[in-house]
């Protein structure tokens, strides 16, 4: 079974920056594309940044120009570096390992939370 560990989340002040890492483990199979979605309190859980496994990288508009991701195909880990931080971006984060082989699946972490607070 596939394990997703993230870390990184926590307090920032708006105009602040965290970065998120997540790790894959327990993998027979290389990820397709990696990512990050998150949920904020009383709304549906959205994309937030995905990283293929050639490099083709996808962004929220909400977040485009301030977040970066990043990855590392050979360790199977992402990272979203985030800057710029708005009271709007505190969420739950979630790290996403999506799998072709042996058949399409998605792994999901078990969240962090970010908390931009003024």
């Known amino acids: 079974q596939v394990q997703l560990v993230e870390s990184g989340g926590g307090l920032v002040q708006p105009g602040g920056s965290l970065r998120l890492s997540c790790a894959a483990s327990n993998s027979a199979f290389s990820v397709s594309t990696m990512g990050w979605y998150r949920q904020a309190p009383g709304k549906q859980r959205e994309l937030v940044a995905t990283?293929?496994?050639?490099?083709?990288?996808n962004y929220a508009d909400s977040v485009k120009g301030r977040f970066t991701i990043s990855r590392d195909n050979v360790k199977d880990t992402v990272s979203l570096q985030m800057n710029s931080l708005k009271p709007e971006d505190t969420a739950v984060y979630y790290c996403n390992a999506h799998y072709l082989f042996p058949k399409p699946v998605d792994y999901w972490g078990q969240g962090t939370l970010v908390t931009v607070y003024s």
């Open positions: 990283n293929t496994n050639s490099g083709r990288t």
